[in-house]
């Protein structure tokens, strides 16, 4: 039986090889849909390992397969998933590792999933005479732009043959410390579907309104009355978000334009409700458009759905992280309302999705020295305390062994 100190000293002993990996990739970021020396990279990782894998998966996913050569009837399959993909976001960090790609970033730590991914590789490839059953690894393209990755995998195939009996993914957090990990039982994250909103109506000259139709305040008057589908329309008791974050009246200070577009996201954490709350909108946008001698098309792209972490798995993975990092280091989560394509995974076997922290607000353990590691994701001046890279790893592999046994 595998023990958690022989996987620790295995953490231990590949650690600086994966911080390496990972500032490679993080100096290399690739926006989604394009990941292709990303992949290359992991192609060649897996090669010298002498792990079997497919790539080219609907554009640049790879698959892996590490096979335990202990034997057992009741042998089972444990899925994990990184993804790879990166966001368009200009670094503003000055470490010796920053992007080389100009207007590229791994703002998301999707760097760190990867590069610890390929630590559980190493780890497990290691240890494959001690256990029975398989280890699928998940590189998954394309997670940040809807209709993401995930769903695309699954509809190729990737599990016809190899059914998962757990599927496991973990994302940085960095609103806790590395070295420590959150997890959450049931709906942890919410769905997302973006909206693209076309007013148009009649433009011209700003001294003379009676002429026009005002695209300007169309779409105004659509923003503001929206809002009652949160507070009005909405169960109370349902989490729901409505946002706007782009509006383009290519007008001027004397000139009304013919069109407005306006895009947003709406979130929410109940299926039900999100078709209904949809219909709404395209259906209050309209309607307000047309009282006001205008027109409002409303195109939605569908994306993610609600991500529900399956209790049981959550249970067995939370006590799982207890075993490995110690009861303090393990906390419980609160509901968040960004969103995840591991959703789609999620439906497809037990599932858990949970946090890795990465934050070090006195200073950096392993990679910049003297420096805070606060900033929140997605932004210019994101990193990670790398020792969570090591955390991220071991626990991983511990997480598959683990479930590999269970009963």
Request: charged share 20%; with cysteine.
């Amino acid at each position: 039986m595998i023990t958690k100190n022989q996987i620790v000293l295995l953490a231990d002993k590949y650690f600086h090889e994966i911080v390496t990996i990972r500032r490679q990739i993080h100096m290399n970021p690739e926006l989604s849909y394009h990941e292709k020396q990303t992949a290359k990279l992991i192609a060649s990782i897996l090669k010298k390992l002498a792990i079997p894998f497919n790539e080219n998966i609907t554009g640049f996913g790879i698959t892996a397969l590490i096979k335990g050569k202990q034997k057992n009837n009741k042998s089972k399959l444990v899925a994990l998933r990184a993804d790879m993909d990166a966001l368009p976001i200009d670094e503003k960090n000055t470490t010796n590792y920053i992007s080389k790609n100009t207007g590229i970033m791994h703002a998301c730590g999707h760097d760190a999933h990867t590069a610890s991914l390929l630590g559980v590789a190493h780890i497990l490839k290691s240890l494959e005479n001690e256990f029975s059953g398989t280890v699928m690894l998940i590189f998954q393209p394309a997670e940040e732009k809807v209709p993401g990755g995930a769903k695309a995998m699954i509809e190729s195939g990737i599990f016809k043959n190899n059914k998962p009996n757990y599927i496991i993914a973990q994302h940085v957090e960095t609103a806790l410390n590395a070295g420590t990990v959150g997890l959450k039982s049931g709906i942890y994250m919410a769905s997302t579907d973006e909206l693209f909103l076309k007013v148009t109506g009649k433009g011209g000259h700003g001294a003379m309104p009676h002429l026009n139709k005002d695209t300007i305040l169309i779409a105004s008057n659509i923003i503001i009355a929206l809002q009652q589908v949160v507070s009005r329309m909405a169960n109370p008791a349902i989490p729901t978000v409505l946002s706007f974050g782009k509006i383009i009246g290519n007008g001027a200070t004397n000139i009304i334009p013919d069109i407005v577009d306006i895009e947003g996201t709406f979130r929410t954490t109940d299926e039900i409700w999100r078709k209904t709350a949809l219909k709404n909108i395209e259906k209050i946008a309209s309607d307000i458009a047309k009282s006001m001698g205008g027109k409002c098309i409303t195109k939605i792209n569908h994306g993610y759905p609600v991500l529900v972490n399956d209790a049981n798995t959550t249970m067995q993975a939370k006590k799982f992280a207890v075993e490995y990092l110690g009861k303090k280091n393990v906390f419980d989560l609160e509901l968040k309302m960004t969103a995840e394509d591991f959703a789609y995974f999620a439906q497809q076997a037990p599932s858990v999705f949970y946090r890795l922290g990465v934050k070090n607000e006195k200073h950096a353990l392993s990679n910049i020295e003297g420096k805070k590691i606060a900033s929140s994701i997605h932004t210019s001046t994101f990193d990670i305390d790398e020792s969570a890279l090591k955390t991220g790893m071991g626990l991983m592999a511990w997480m598959a062994v683990e479930f590999l046994n269970e009963k």
